[in-house]
């Protein structure tokens, strides 16, 4: 359900709005990694939030939080708009909206398949892309920050929550078909009990308490439907022979795929838009 970046945008971004302490930033991000670093990318990047260039910063989750405070502008700044600054971005082969093209920002945010960014008070914009790191004394991976500035601001989407959980409903349906056509290695292998395992993995991942109701019960609807489609994907559906039987087992979850993606993303801008009102 969750990964870095949206933690990250959903407790920043409610902090940035007085509506959470910098502790629980720190607490969201400590879940994911005992340890982060931020680097820029660029000297521009540097320019426009106060990192050193071009070495790292080794202040970790602090040092992140500066970041975004000297990015997204100080409260009181007569130019800070009284609404997000900060967006998601879950990029996808063949979906890459809101990413500059033609940039390393867009390369490396499609290859973690998330990425934030934000906006200052001055119209410019940087880009953040997480990217796990294993430690040398073999310890718990760190996660590395990287910041990158943009050419232009990034156009804001702004699905619909409402659609989005009106498409979630009936991918609801296709989801529990799909599961029931698996085809376990073993009798010991429940599909049903892998999904919930998947799910209480993510379970420790909380929520800012201004969320919308109906945002937090579209981004459960969608972990959920995604813990089928890992399932449904590691498994052959019962009655596939062949390379081409699976292939159409696995078009057929491709979508479903689709709708989470967009199912988060509206959920998410929904929980950002609700800290400022």
């Not at 202040?59 to 009284?82: E, K, M, N, Y």
Request: glycine share 8%; charged share 20%.
């Amino acid at each position: 359900m969750w990964c870095p970046s949206v933690s990250l945008s959903v407790w920043s971004n409610a902090w940035l709005a007085g509506q959470a302490a910098p502790d629980d930033v720190l607490d969201a991000l400590s879940a994911w990694a005992p340890i982060h670093s931020v680097v820029a990318y660029d000297a521009v990047a540097a320019g426009r939030t106060g990192l050193p260039w071009p070495d790292i910063d080794d202040d970790g989750a602090v040092s992140l939080l500066q970041t975004l405070r000297t990015a997204t502008g100080r409260i009181g700044d007569s130019r800070r708009p009284d609404r997000p600054a900060i967006s998601l971005a879950l990029p996808v082969p063949g979906d890459v909206r809101g990413l500059a093209p033609g940039t390393q920002f867009q390369d490396d945010a499609l290859q973690a398949g998330e990425a934030l960014l934000v906006t200052a008070p001055d119209g410019t914009a940087i880009g953040l892309v997480p990217a796990f790191e294993d430690v040398d004394t073999g310890g718990p991976a760190a996660l590395a920050w990287s910041v990158y500035s943009l050419p232009g601001v990034p156009v804001p989407d702004h699905p619909d929550l409402g659609e989005a959980e009106y498409e979630l409903r009936s991918a609801v349906r296709s989801a529990a078909g799909a599961l029931d056509t698996v085809r376990p290695n073993t009798a010991e292998q429940d599909p049903r009990a892998l999904v919930e395992e998947i799910l209480q993995a993510h379970s420790h991942h909380r929520i800012p308490e201004h969320a919308p109701a109906r945002a937090i019960r579209v981004l459960a609807t969608a972990a959920h439907i995604d813990a089928i489609v890992a399932v449904s994907s590691e498994f052959a559906p019962i009655g596939t022979h062949s390379a081409s039987e699976a292939g159409l087992a696995d078009a057929a979850l491709r979508p479903l795929a689709s709708v989470v993606r967009s199912a988060r993303g509206a959920a998410v801008s929904a929980i950002l838009h609700s800290a400022w009102k």
